[in-house]
């Protein structure tokens, strides 16, 4: 979000000022009858506090009592609310991405509540691979969120998670975000966004628009966003210019997840432009397809400033506040995030450039959200919550479960790692982030619980000589380079912990190179050349660096990737490095060479390769890579047994089914029937792929299984392979686990061709499991 939103520190001020007032009473609830009596109001006359009437209707009663000027003043992120009526002030804008987070103004920390506990970044989390896990982590966060609402220190809706898709390495948001593959993302936000949301026994409800909330969640930033600051290209005037291929197959599929499966209760529009358009003020992304299409119940809210940004900066149609606040209110935007909305509406109702009932519904869906949160009736589930519920030692030992469980093992030549703390007599720590606290937590993050520093967590297994190696992560000179490698001189091992931070990869700050900064790499080869004992390298960062030097130098016996590990992080590092974790994480994304951006600038959008400019992601890149998607090693070895099956799947079409030609390159003759649209079939069928996962090492370890499937050959423009399921399993040494996969036809095998027409193709579809070369073929046969 902008840095600009109404000079971000006066509004804090101002906002706490207004929010956290010590009164008399605390707040309890809107419709609370003391609450009603303590403002001389009676409840009895206002039917929006009525509990025994629908939602709809108790909303509907509450806006028709508003005058236009009272309402417009709600639909900015700090709603003023309307005294008259009882209804209190509400700060909309809370974070939550990897833990409650102070960023935006409607949480505090003070001495009442003095930290939340800071989960590992988003791109650590996800190279877990483990559903189970991210669902339970955005449990633990709405459970703080919600007790430190109870205390008056946090909202009830939270402007998390960040689900757009990594299209390019440079990109400096890369740690708030899922990663690169489309399904993936998709899958973690549905789990976040359950786990934020559900009430348990109510992740199921006949009429979804009245389904009880935990905490409100908000899938961002939608759509095509993933450019904010680079070689005079920003955010705030860039257009996104994006096939419909693309968009359907890459950029829009995590958001319709996120909202038809997860059942988000909002979305958040971006800064850009999409082919020409802002995307607050399209009708078609906004009301046509997450409102109409995907159904959402809830509301669309506008990123910070987004309004202001498309008049004043991309100057949109030439339109003045007021038809931008026209525009946008019509094409279904229902809040903005600043000021436009409260200071534009009056007046461009009274032009007559848009209707009081289009107020009157953003309004409703607003009401009707936080009457699902229990901000109207209140919550006997939740009411209970407090500060015993915020930083507790479980949450606090998750978070460090989530690290250890995201580490990723790049390399471990001669079984270096683990270590045995029994022979390392004397461990040399070097590096900026020997010593870290802050960088761990990432961006979008709280005040944390407390810090282990990888410091701390190697002390915790033998005694340290630490050396700072660096300044900072800039490493722009080397005079503390001699220090470090006499550290390293005398130790039994050696770990350097280099890498980068919010300084270089960030909101804004879009990144120049692929490369360690400064002197990190003479840092890290003079260390390894003067080390007696082995060396391990461990990367902090979020997008990828190229490594290449330390991967061939053979004195650099072990590679660990542990991303921005949040406040626990040290722990997890030494954990893994002294065995007591058997890491099993894969990257999220793939670790490109430096050389991959002088070959395409970043404002290129295609994915596919588009004349001398390279592919993007692992789906559509074939060239060398420093670690492919997917990459992790383990201190076991696993092998895969595939369970014989039949996997063919023979569609029956009737008359009302119309075959599509695919022009086959390669000379290979097209069947009979080559495609047919999905939008055509009813889309029942399923296949299996079964197998046996056996641990043949000498250490029990968690084994990430990766099934993608690879549509038949010579069908032009496709990509080259998807995922299309994953499991996280823990296999005990010498024993084999099963794990079985139901897939859906249409959804794991269908492509999606230029003209952006979702297809099912005939022929032979190759499953692959892992990097382990097991295949199985499996037949679609389209016929009449």
């Known amino acids: ?13 101002l906002t706490i000022a207004f929010l956290f007032t010590p009164s008399s009473s605390a707040f309890t609830f809107v419709c609370d009858p003391a609450r009603f009596a303590q403002l001389q109001l009676k409840i009895t006359s206002f039917a929006f506090c009525d509990s025994s009437l629908p939602y709809p209707v108790r909303a509907k009663d509450l806006v028709d009592q508003m005058t236009l000027a009272e309402k417009v003043q709600q639909l900015g992120n700090k709603a003023a609310g309307v005294q008259r009526l009882g209804l209190p002030p509400y700060e909309w804008w809370s974070e939550a991405l990897h833990g409650v987070s102070n960023t935006g103004p409607g949480v505090r920390f003070d001495n009442v509540v003095p930290g939340a506990t800071n989960f590992p970044t988003i791109i650590l989390t996800v190279a877990t691979f483990n559903e189970s896990l991210w669902k339970n982590i955005a449990e633990v966060i709405s459970t703080e969120a919600r007790a430190m609402y109870n205390m008056e220190r946090a909202g009830l809706t939270f402007w998390s998670p960040t689900i757009n898709v990594v299209r390019d390495p440079r990109w400096g948001r890369i740690t708030e975000t899922p990663g690169e593959d489309p399904f993936v993302v998709g899958r973690y936000a549905v789990n976040f966004v359950r786990g934020l949301q559900d009430v348990e026994g109510h992740e199921i409800h006949k009429d979804l628009n009245a389904r009880p909330l935990k905490v409100s969640a908000c899938c961002k930033h939608y759509n095509a966003y993933d450019i904010d600051r680079w070689r005079g290209v920003d955010r705030f005037h860039f257009d996104a210019r994006v096939t419909e291929q693309d968009m359907l197959e890459t950029f829009t599929p995590p958001f319709e997840m996120c909202v038809r499966e997860g059942d988000a209760s909002s979305v958040m529009c971006s800064y850009n432009r999409v082919n020409g358009v802002p995307t607050c003020a399209d009708p078609k992304l906004l009301n046509q397809t997450i409102r109409g299409e995907w159904d959402l119940h809830g509301y669309i809210v506008a990123d910070c400033d987004s309004i202001e940004v498309f008049v004043n900066k991309h100057k949109f149609l030439n339109d003045t506040s007021e038809d931008g606040v026209a525009r946008t209110l019509k094409a279904g935007l229902d809040l903005d995030c600043g000021v436009t909305y409260p200071n534009a509406l009056i007046n461009a109702t009274n032009q007559g450039k848009v209707r009081e009932t289009d107020i009157d519904r953003a309004l409703k869906y607003l009401y ?46 001669d079984h270096t790692l683990p270590l045995n703390p029994a022979n390392v007599k004397t461990l040399a720590v070097v590096g900026p982030h020997g010593n870290a606290t802050t960088p761990m937590r990432g961006n979008y993050a709280g005040i944390p619980c407390r810090y282990t520093t990888p410091l701390d967590g190697f002390s915790s ?5 630490y050396s700072i190696g660096c300044e900072d992560v800039f490493c722009k000179e080397n005079i503390l380079i001699p220090p470090a490698v006499e550290t390293a001189k005398s130790a039994s091992a050696t770990v350097i912990l280099v890498g980068l931070n919010l300084t270089i990869e960030a909101e804004d700050l879009d ?29 902090m960062s979020a997008g990828c660096v190229d490594i290449t030097f330390a991967k061939n130098n053979p004195k ?14 040290g722990r997890a590092i030494a954990d893994t490095v002294f065995g007591r974790n058997n890491p099993g994480g894969r990257l999220p ?77 390669g000379g290979i003759q097209p069947p009979p029937c080559a495609s047919v649209l999905l939008a055509d079939l ?21 084994e990430v299984v990766l099934v993608y499937s690879k549509p038949p050959k010579g069908i032009p423009g496709t990509h ?18 099963n794990v079985k996969f139901v897939f859906n036809v249409c959804k794991s095998l269908g492509i999606v061709d230029y003209a952006a027409n979702r297809l099912l193709t005939s022929g032979r579809h190759t499953i692959l499991v892992g990097d382990a070369g097991v295949a199985t073929p499996v037949d679609v046969n389209l016929f009449y």
């Open 1 to 13: 979000m902008t840095k600009r939103f109404m000079s971000f520190l006066l509004c804090i001020s």
């Open 368 to 413: 009707v959200v936080l009457m699902r949160l229990g901000y109207f009736d209140g919550s006997l589930l939740y009411k209970s919550l407090g500060k015993a519920n915020v930083c507790t030692p479980q949450n606090i030992e998750l978070a460090a479960e989530a690290a250890r469980q995201g580490i990723v093992l790049l390399k471990n030549d």
């Open 461 to 465: 297994y033998t005694k340290v000589n």
């Open 511 to 539: 990144r120049e190179t692929l490369l360690l900064p400064g002197f990190q790499t003479q840092l890290i080869n003079d260390v390894t050349q003067a080390a007696q004992g082995p060396v391990i390298l461990v990367i």
């Open 556 to 569: 650099i016996k072990s590679i660990l990737w542990a991303g921005f590990p949040g406040e626990e992080g």
């Open 589 to 665: 994304i793939t670790w490109y060479k430096a050389d991959y951006i002088d070959k395409i600038p970043m404002t290129s959008m295609p994915l596919r390769p588009v004349g001398n400019f390279p592919g993007r992601t692992y789906k559509f890149f074939n060239g060398p890579v420093v670690y492919p998607f997917g990459y992790g090693l383990s201190y076991t070895q696993f092998k895969y047994n595939l369970a014989p099956s039949n996997r063919s799947v023979g569609i029956k079409l009737n008359r009302l089914h119309h075959c599509r030609p695919i022009n086959y390159m």
């Open 682 to 702: 009813p889309c029942n069928e399923t296949f299996e792929v079964e197998m046996g996962v056996q641990n043949v090492g000498n250490m029990d370890g968690s």
């Open 720 to 737: 080259m392979k998807q995922v299309i399921g994953f499991q996280r399993v823990f296999v005990t040494r010498g024993q084999n686990v």
